[in-house]
Structure formats: C-alpha cells, structure tokens
C-alpha cells in the first residue's frame, strides 16, 4: 500500500477527508455508460463462452428463514454438477448460507472445489453489536466456511461515522483468518452514487477482498450503474494500491441476458483481468438454471422442458 493510504485510516478527519475527496460520480454519465454496455450484442461462440464463465463465477445462495440442512444439501449437489446429464457443465464457484447450515455444506461439498460462502454479522440488517459481530464471523469460520460475507453498518455510514465502519470490516477480517472477506455495501440503502463509491474504498481500505452489492432484502439490488461503479472503485484502488479486490453484484440477478450483461461491464471497466471467479462473482438464487437452459439451448437448438432442470 502506499504511504498516503497508509495514513488515510490514522484518524477520523483523515478518513473523511479521503473520502469526501474522492471524485464525485456523474450520476447521468454513470447511468448512460451502463445503459450503453447494456446494449452489446455478442456473436454465439462469445455467448457459450459467456455462459460457462456465468456458471463458474455463481455464488449459488439460499438465504431464507426456512432453509434445511436438506435443501443445502440438494443445492451442494447442484453447485458440483449443475446439470447432472451434461458433465461438461462447470461447478460454480461458490454455495452461499446462513452460519448455522455452513457444516452441513462443508459435508456435502467436501473434494469438490466448490467454496463454502456464509452470510455473517447479523446479516441482513448488520444492526448487533461488534461482539456479536466477530462471534458470527468466528463461528462460521471454525464450522469450515471459505468466505464470509459481511454486511457494513449503514446506519453508521449514513451518519458519517466512518471510522466504525472502519474498524467493524478490519475487526471482521481478522476474525476471518485465512477466510476470503465480502463486505455488503446494500447499496440500495446507500441513497446517492457518491456514497457507493466511498463506501466501495472504505471497506477496501478495511480490508475487504471482494466488494458485494447487496444482501437481496433490500430494492433496488444489484443494478448495472451501481455494479460500474464498485468496478471503477477496484480498477482505481489497485492502481493506486497493487491490491487486487473483487466484486460480486447480488440480488436480483435471475436471467442470462443479465448476467452476460454483468460481464459486458466487466471487460469493458476493470478489465479481462476481472473475468475470473476469483475477482468476481454473481450472488444468485435463481440465476442457475436460466444459465443451464440458455446453454442447452445453444448446444442442441431447442430448449429443455420446464422440469428437465431441478429447481433453483
Ligand atoms: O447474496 C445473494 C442474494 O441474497 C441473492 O439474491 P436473489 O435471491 O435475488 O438472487
């Protein structure tokens, strides 16, 4: 890191000072150039191409109050062998839980290369205490899990208290130990795209590996202009740092069409360089099997019947 970035976390007035002097964004330019990448078409070897990238990029999640040690297992089987029938078909990357079902996926995902991602901090809404916090982190991380996924205190943020912001995502990495950190922006409650993007270098200058979106409990997710930004946050902060950081938009990501237009933004703001599971992800609960049913579609020229995939 280098020495001014160093210095930048040494007190509350340097923090907001850095902050607040980030670039502000162009709202209409930043909604225009998302727009705009939108549109790309892409020739078909790119898209079959594009699709398996999809499918090995997916964080394969569940994230409800009435999941069951079965339905991860039964979605651990799916994130190793998308489609059962077709062993061409790339594992995704990663299967996303709450803290308590991480063991049960460690079981089911064992030799498969397919990491253990778990939500952790109180997730969603992040309002418990730092304590509470790390405990949620540290538990998940002895249970077996890969990566943590943090939500940021918003509250906090939107206050401009900057510094337990700081200091919550710091204290949550080192909790993590060798663990992978995601830190959720919820961007959708973040109010202006000056906020995305200090929020984005907050939690990069705390730590984070991989930025993420949203939680996917809150509208508006994980839109194409707020995904652009984080990505210019990533591309500026190595260039100024040398660390790399991820990115993973999350809710609200359910077709094809989506997520080729996710990669579109990409290529065309971090780099190719970022077209890689481990410097981006698609959060995702029901994004699989649009993927599957698109790429059969491209290899056999028709699609599959509704039932022909299990579901999501
Ligand atoms: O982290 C991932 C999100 O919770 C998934 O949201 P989704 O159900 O809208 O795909």
């Avoid at 205490?129 to 002895?142: F, G, I, P, Q, R």
């Avoid at 995305?196 to 984070?208: D, E, K, P």
């Avoid at 290529?267 to 481990?278: I, Q, R």
Wanted: proline share 4%.
């Amino acid at each position: 890191m280098t020495t001014s970035l160093v210095d930048v976390a040494s007190s509350d007035a340097t923090l907001r000072g850095f902050l607040h002097g980030l670039p502000g964004v162009d709202r209409v330019g930043a909604d225009q150039r998302a727009a705009a990448l939108a549109t790309r078409s892409i020739k078909t070897a790119a898209k079959a191409h594009a699709i398996d990238l999809a499918i090995s990029m997916v964080d394969l999640t569940t994230l409800e109050g009435a999941d069951t040690p079965g339905k991860v297992r039964a979605m651990c089987a799916k994130a190793v062998h998308p489609d059962p029938t077709d062993p061409s078909v790339p594992r995704v990357a990663a299967v996303c839980v709450y803290p308590d079902l991480v063991a049960d996926a460690v079981r089911a995902l064992s030799g498969s290369g397919v990491k253990v991602a778990s939500v952790a901090t109180a997730f969603p809404s992040g309002r418990s205490s730092l304590e509470v916090k790390v405990a949620d982190t540290a538990l998940a991380v002895a249970a077996g899990a890969d990566e943590i996924d943090m939500v940021i205190d918003r509250g906090a943020f939107l206050a401009g208290d900057y510094r337990t912001v700081y200091e919550q995502v710091a204290a949550v990495k080192a909790a993590c130990g060798a663990a992978h950190l995601k830190v959720i922006l919820e961007t959708g409650e973040l109010a202006t795209y000056d906020n995305v993007r200090r929020a984005s270098w907050l939690a990069m200058l705390a730590g984070a590996d991989f930025i993420k979106t949203s939680t996917g409990k809150v509208s508006p997710a994980a839109t194409l202009p707020v995904t652009l930004i984080m990505l210019e946050a990533v591309r500026d902060f190595r260039e100024r740092t040398g660390r790399v950081v991820g990115v993973k938009p999350a809710g609200g990501i359910r077709t094809t069409k989506d997520a080729i237009k996710n990669l579109v933004l990409v290529k065309e703001t971090a780099g190719e360089d970022w077209l890689t599971p481990d410097r981006f992800r698609l959060g995702a609960s029901s994004l699989l099997n649009d993927l599957l049913m698109q790429r059969q579609k491209l290899t056999s020229g028709r699609y599959a019947g509704p039932d022909y995939f299990t579901v999501d």
